[in-house]
């Protein structure tokens, strides 16, 4: 192997370990690097037992995501965040989950009236600290009504505030060695739809 390409595996899997189930793209554009210069590297990294791939169907594409095969697999219900940047004062032992919209749910230390009144649905939810991150899980009313175990969230937050906001559904794709495609190949929705499809089980941890 080119000593280019023991560079780019060496700081893919380092961004992997930190940003577990990352997609090619986000890699790519992280490290401002072609996506197929990233698959190559993902390849190289799977065969050698390091990194484990997944391909979900989003929309009308199909994206292939990317975990380091040593990481612990995080409960679909269950969030983390950095400490850093939150009022940790604040952040102590109960937060409240609060449903905004269809696509928007606010986390907070604090109910305070007015966000009371704007939420379709409240309910608290225990908070623990561990590695300089909060974690709290997502009752389970909210797993169903935003379909967790299928959807892609983005989490920001600061202060006494962290959004969950949903962005897309993902299908989980089973697809058989010979038809992995790589990262710069387009599969039509009709190809996609041909492939095997499995739901992970609402309940499983």
């Known amino acids: 192997m080119r000593e280019r390409g023991k560079e780019t595996d060496e700081l893919i899997l380092s961004y992997i370990r930190k940003n577990p189930d990352s997609s090619i ?24 037992g390091l990194v484990d791939v997944a391909y979900f169907k989003r929309n009308r594409g199909l994206i292939k995501k990317v975990r380091a095969s040593d990481t612990e697999t995080q409960p679909f219900d269950e969030v983390s965040f950095p400490l850093a940047g939150l009022d940790e004062s604040v952040w ?14 606010q986390v907070t230390p604090i109910l305070r009236n007015e ?3 704007r939420c379709i649905l409240v309910q608290k939810s225990c908070l623990t600290k561990e590695d ?11 797993v169903d009504f935003y379909e967790i175990p299928n959807t892609e969230l983005d989490v920001s937050g600061s202060g006494d505030e962290i959004l969950l906001t ?11 060695p010979d ?15 041909e492939m095997k499809i499995t739901f992970p089980p609402r309940n499983s941890k």
């Open 115 to 117: 966000l009371k009144d």
């Open 179 to 193: 038809d992995e495609p790589g990262a710069e190949t387009e599969s039509s929705v009709e190809e996609i739809d």
């Open 92 to 105: 102590r032992e109960d937060v409240y989950i609060c449903a905004l919209s269809r696509s928007a749910i």
């Open 166 to 176: 949903v962005e897309s559904t993902l299908i989980p794709l089973e697809l058989p």
């Open 25 to 48: 793209g986000e890699i790519a554009e992280h490290y401002d690097i072609s996506n197929g210069r990233v698959d190559h590297s993902v390849n190289r990294l799977k065969k050698q």
């Open 132 to 142: 300089n991150k909060i974690k709290f899980k997502i009752p389970k009313k909210f």
